[in-house]
C-alpha cells in the first residue's frame, strides 16, 4: 500500500477488547505487510487496538473473517473480536440478526439479541490438567491458573513467565482466575501477540468457564465470567468428555470510523 492511499477503518470493542476492523471484499488491504497492521495497531504512532480484523467475502457463507495480533501478525480465533465483527456485518447491512462466518478455527454461527451478540465456539476436548493449571484449546491456546489475590497480580510479569518459560516461542495465553461464587469468576488475562494484560479475552474467557467446570469448581453450565472491561457470559454442554454448544455472549460495541493514511 503506498504512503498516499487513504484506508477507511471501523473501531469496535467488546468489553475493552479493541479492534480496527476493514471491510476487505475489495480485497484493498496488503495481507501480508505485518509492519502495516502492527503500525494500525500502536496506540501512539497509528489508531490503536489490541488486534486488525479483515471482513471479506466467503463462497460457503455470509462473511469471513481474517485476524491478526497487534504485533502484525495473522493469529487464532479471536472470541471478542468474533462478536465484533458480527456486530460490523450487521451495520454494512450484510446480516440481520444472525449470522454464519468462517474463521481460521472453521465455521461459527451468531446471533444478535437484545443488544449483546452470542457466538458460537467451537466444542473444546482434551483439557491437560496438572496440579496448578489447566490447557485448553478453545480456538486459541489457553493455560488457566487459579489464583486467590488478582487484584495485586502483576500480570504482565508473571504472564509472560508463563508464556514463555513453559511454553516458548508459540506461546499460549495465560488466564489468572477466581472464584466469587457458584456461577461467576473473575479472571485477568495476559494474551500472546500483544504481549501484555488486555481488558478482556474471549477465547480465554470461555477456557476458564470450561476448565472451572472441568475442575469441579462449578457444577453450573452458564457461568458469568467478570474481566476488567467487563462482563461476559458463557455457556456450555457436556457430552462425555467433550464441551459442545460452547457460547461466549457479550456486548460488541462500535466506537468511531475514519481513514488513515498508509
Known sequence: ????????FFKYQGTGNDFIIIDNRQDIFPKNNTKLVAKLCDRKFGIGADGLILLEDDTMSDFKMVYYNSDGNESTMCGNGGRCIVAFAKELGLIQNTATFYAVDGMHKAEIK?????????DVKNIRSKTKYHYLNTGSPHHVQYHDDLKNLEVKREG???RYGLYGKEGSN?????????????????ERGVENETLSCGTGVTAVALAMHHDGKTSENE??????????AVSFQKEGDTY??????????????????C
Open 1 to 8: 500500500m503506498h504512503s498516499n492511499v487513504r484506508l477507511p
Open 174 to 190: 495465560i488466564n489468572f482466575t477466581r472464584q466469587v461464587d457458584t456461577k461467576t469468576f473473575e479472571v485477568r488475562t495476559y
Open 114 to 122: 437484545n443488544g449483546l451478540v452470542a457466538l458460537h465456539m467451537k
Open 223 to 232: 457461568l458469568n465470567i467478570l474481566t476488567q472491561g467487563g462482563k461476559l
Open 244 to 261: 459442545t454448544s460452547v457460547t461466549l455472549t457479550g456486548p460488541a460495541d462500535f466506537v468511531f470510523k475514519g481513514e488513515i493514511q
Open 160 to 162: 509472560a513467565k508463563i
